[in-house]
């Protein structure tokens, strides 16, 4: 016999897909409601926060569109209640895309089997060593190799904010706008793919453009190494930006839940 919560269970927003942030931020509703019902009846504010624990517990959110309110709460009371992923930005793409797959199949960087593509191992453990190398640089010597592999940049900075490491990437237009933020692993990752092709694929404005859909050959995290999966871009209640449309296939950390590539 099913359970009488079968009907109402949502165990994509449960167990551990249960989005933590938001199960705070919606007990903080259920417990506003429940104080503002308790001037009527006590016995009332009583059922409404049971009956609302309850909901919380078996489907992991009170309040509809969670993911719309929550950010808003942060950005009013400065509390992460729902923190962003970090920058996904890149260095630059500034070629075709066909002429990027072009150059690194022929500069044996990648081999294609039908419609699957596949990394050499031996450009793979380059990659790797390069990335490793990266990660043991100070912040100064990062940003000069960071500036040195992105196209038309005068510099670069490390900005730090809420325990995210964002490399920020400065155009030689002097423009913020024209700025590239990337998370810092992803920072690693391109910069590490910008040198590993460097001898291989001569053309450095193909190497910048390379270093982006490189990414999606990553099999461990350039910040922490660990394992690389396929998963979603929202775990939480409610969907990224639209309640009908599911949710975006994205390469992720699974030990720090950095998200290196979208699918």
Do not use: K
Not at 22 to 31: H, K, R, S
Not at 52 to 67: D, E, K, S
Not at 90 to 111: K, N, P, Q, T, Y
């Amino acid at each position: 016999m099913s359970s009488p919560l079968g009907s109402v269970r949502r165990p994509e927003h449960t167990g551990d897909r249960r989005c933590w942030p938001c199960t705070v931020a919606n007990g903080l509703v259920l417990v506003a409601v429940s104080v503002a019902v308790a001037f009527v009846s006590r016995v009332a504010a009583l059922a409404v926060l049971v009956l609302g624990a309850v909901a919380i517990a078996v489907r992991g959110y009170l309040v509809p569109y969670t993911p719309y309110f929550a950010p808003a709460l942060d950005a009013v009371f400065s509390v992460d209640f729902h923190e962003e992923p970090g920058p996904s930005g890149s260095l630059g793409r500034e070629a075709d895309g066909e002429d990027v797959l072009a150059a690194l199949v022929a500069d044996d960087v990648i081999v294609a089997d039908g419609e699957t593509l596949y990394l050499t191992d031996e450009f793979r453990e380059r990659w790797r060593r390069e990335v490793a190398a990266l990660r043991e640089l100070a912040d100064g010597r990062l940003v000069a190799a960071v500036a040195d592999a992105a196209p038309r940049a005068s510099g670069a900075r490390v900005e730090r904010r809420r325990g995210h490491t964002t490399v920020v990437v400065e155009p030689d237009t002097g423009s913020v706008t024209d700025e590239r933020r990337l998370a810092y692993p992803v920072a690693l990752a391109e910069v590490g793919a910008v040198r590993a092709l460097a001898g291989r694929v001569s053309d450095p404005g193909i190497r910048a453009a390379a270093a982006e859909p490189l990414r999606r050959f990553l099999e461990t995290c350039p910040s922490c190494e660990g394992r690389v999966e396929e998963t979603t871009a929202q775990q939480c209640c409610g969907a990224p930006t639209n309640p009908r449309e599911g949710p975006q296939a994205v390469l992720a950390c699974a030990d720090c839940g950095e998200r290196l590539a979208t699918l």
